[in-house]
């Protein structure tokens, strides 16, 4: 089990915290490109790390994100007017550009220069993938721009969504390198799921619960399931986890290659992020179909928001009926919802003093004590693991190999990518 003040520790993001520290020192993806479609749009609001900003594309068509709330009165920034390279706050119209600066105070003669002394804080954005991206931390420790291999392939050749997860990121997280969860939880769906079913690796997965290996790397860590194959072989899954909260899910069959990242909002809320993509071609008509309504990893919205359609509220649509005849193990559709009512059910933070690890939770463990010593370093002005763009540079893979060969050694090809070379997939 863990310590309350460990939980506590790792669970808390917010400014000034140990974890805040550590994930203002890496770019964090804030919100979809498409979510502001054109200069001059509206502004969008968008929570990180327990702070409440303001995202908008100035008259230039540059993205920027400051604080929600105008430096006057405190009037919220999303009802104001965006206009000639500024975001002007409708209270007032104290005006703001990308960087914070108050730029106009109607009120107040322009020779009294009192707008010049008004400044809000600001993050710089970048654009990759489709998705803007921010850095929070301390300008001389900004980090080179993410290379993620989704955020580098072709348009066409990637989907990316997002959604609103009502729990704190670490639970979220650590479902996501939880590889055993899948033979049970997800079981049905291999057999149903169009981006899963008829795969040999989804015949695999069904051959019980699997053994963990863990190895960690530069960039945080690889960790391998093996389950039984054909006679003298073994199926592993092999994951990676990025630092400091992306995870790569392994394949199936022809299918794309899957991941997320796990974006705290606040410590009771965080966004999942879910990529898809495939390295060598362009994602079909029939896979943009199913994600889009809420297959494979990815989620259906209730339109207009970012709240998945199966909630808290109405219980994830759960169907009793479907999980006494199999069709489901929970009861719940879909293998992203399964996930995500499974991890709000341990509560807004799950309560770590009370759990019972097992072997098969190593990565887990691994994920804590790794989080909690990068933390402390950063802390101290460290320098964080993973921010070298070459570490991103990683997939995720399953394949069949020897019994008795080490898997990090014999899938190491495998797990870096390889412009114009498709990922290994069973």
């Known amino acids: 089990m863990t310590a309350r003040d460990e939980n506590e520790f790792l669970t808390r993001t917010g400014p000034g915290t140990p974890m805040g520290t550590l994930f203002r020192r890496y770019w964090i993806p804030a919100l979809a490109a498409a979510e502001l479609p054109e200069a001059d749009g509206p502004p969008v609001r968008v929570g990180l790390l327990s702070e409440q900003l303001i995202a908008f594309r100035d008259s230039r068509g540059r993205p920027g994100l400051i604080d929600e709330f105008c430096a006057h009165r405190g009037v919220s920034l999303w009802f104001g007017q965006n206009e000639d390279s500024g975001l002007r706050c409708a209270y007032h119209g104290w005006k703001y550009d990308l960087t914070g600066q108050c730029v106009e105070i109607p009120s107040e003669p322009a020779e009294t220069g009192y707008c010049k002394r008004v400044k809000l804080k600001a993050y710089p954005c970048i654009e990759r993938g489709g998705v803007i991206w921010t850095y929070m931390g301390p300008p001389e420790l900004q980090p080179p721009a993410p290379e993620f291999e989704w955020t580098t392939v072709p348009e066409s050749h990637a989907y990316v969504s997002r959604r ?4 704190n990121y670490l639970q979220a997280m650590e479902g996501g390198i939880d590889s055993v969860h899948v033979s049970f939880l997800h079981r049905a ?23 963990f290996e863990v190895v960690e790397t530069a960039g945080g860590m690889i960790i391998g399931v093996r389950r039984p194959a054909e006679p003298g072989q073994v199926y592993w899954r ?20 899957n991941g997320h990242a796990w974006v705290p909002v606040d410590d009771e809320t965080c966004i999942t992020w879910s990529f898809t993509h495939h390295p060598t071609r362009p994602l079909t008509a029939r896979e943009i179909e199913t994600m889009r309504e809420g297959g494979g990893i990815h989620v259906k919205l209730i339109p207009g928001t970012l709240r998945p359609v199966a909630n808290k509220d109405n219980d ?31 509560g807004p933070i799950q ?4 759990e019972h690890l097992v072997s098969s939770d190593n990565a887990i463990i691994v994920v804590r004590r790794r989080l909690r010593k990068l933390a402390l370093a950063a802390a101290e002005g460290a320098r964080p693991d993973a921010v070298d763009p070459a570490t991103h540079r990683v997939r995720s893979a399953s394949l069949v190999l020897a019994e008795g060969v080490p898997f990090h050694e014999a899938a190491a090809g495998a797990l870096a990518v390889q412009e114009g070379v498709a990922h290994a997939s069973v």
Not at 164 to 167: E, K, R, S, Y
Not at 247 to 256: E, S
Not at 351 to 354: E, F, G, I, Y
């Open 164 to 167: 609103l997860q009502a729990c």
């Open 189 to 211: 769906e291999l057999k149903s799921d169009p981006l899963h079913r008829g795969s040999k690796g989804a015949e695999y997965t069904g051959n019980g619960d699997g053994r």
């Open 238 to 257: 092999i994951t990676q986890w990025v630092l400091p909260f992306f995870t790569m899910i392994p394949p199936y069959g022809d299918n794309a290659l």
């Open 316 to 346: 994830y649509l759960m169907d009793r009926a479907a999980q006494k005849s199999g069709a489901t193990a929970s009861g719940v559709r879909t293998i992203a919802m399964q996930d995500a009512s499974i991890q709000e059910s341990m």
């Open 351 to 354: 309560d770590r003093t009370k």
